[in-house]
């Protein structure tokens, strides 16, 4: 098998960027492509879930599943891409996404027909993301305000996200 390909990654060609004032330009990079990495992933696991639920409610939870995976690829992975691009660094090869990902997933049940279980689980991915986002808002603050304005619209979304999932947990589990 042929190995990942080395997207460039170059901070030391990064293109002058004065929007940015008093900060680690190499460290905002890295946030950018542990959070696309999460996205992408995020992405997946709700696809996941989308086929892998069953029972009386699974046509409205594959929905909601398909619904917020679509803004996680299409909205938020993409924004993410676009602010990289400005940086000139390029898309992570596929097969580094895991190891990129700072949230990856968590454990997915086994049963199909444990609904609360997968909704737990969307409710622990999106509390990662916002752990993520915030920690990346926290350093970017007043130095970086396009990425700033970039994890606060994300960051408001992801708690949509958790909201939702969490109302639709039938049973008190959610935490
Ligand atoms: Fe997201
Ligand atoms: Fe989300």
């Known amino acids: 098998?042929?190995?990942?390909?080395?997207?460039?990654?170059?901070?030391?060609?990064?293109?002058?960027?004065?929007?940015?004032?008093?900060?680690?330009?190499?460290?905002?990079?890295?946030?950018?492509?542990?959070?696309?990495?999460?996205?992408?992933?995020?992405?997946?696991?709700?696809?996941?879930?989308?086929?892998?639920?069953?029972?009386?409610?699974?046509?409205?939870?594959?929905?909601?599943?398909?619904?917020?995976?679509?803004?996680?690829?299409e909205d938020h992975a993409k924004k993410l891409a676009d602010r990289l691009q400005d940086f000139d660094v390029d898309l992570p090869d596929f097969r580094d996404l895991w190891s990129l990902s700072r949230c990856k997933y968590p454990d997915l049940p086994e049963d199909p027909y444990d609904v609360d279980g997968w909704l737990q689980a969307a409710v622990e991915a999106e509390k990662c993301a916002i752990k993520h986002y915030r920690e990346i808002y926290d350093y970017v603050v007043n130095k970086d305000i396009v990425t700033e304005e970039i994890v606060e619209d994300i960051l408001e979304d992801e708690v949509k996200h958790e909201t939702i999932f969490r109302t639709l947990i039938s049973k008190a589990r959610a935490k």
Request: charged share 35%; no cysteine; glycine share 2%.
């Open 1 to 73: 098998m042929a190995e990942p390909r080395k997207y460039k990654y170059l901070p030391e060609r990064y293109p002058e960027r004065r929007e940015l004032k008093n900060i680690d330009v190499d460290r905002v990079v890295k946030y950018l492509l542990s959070a696309f990495a999460d996205e992408v992933i995020a992405y997946y696991m709700y696809l996941m879930a989308a086929y892998a639920v069953r029972g009386n409610v699974a046509k409205e939870l594959e929905d909601v599943f398909v619904e917020i995976g679509r803004d996680e690829l």
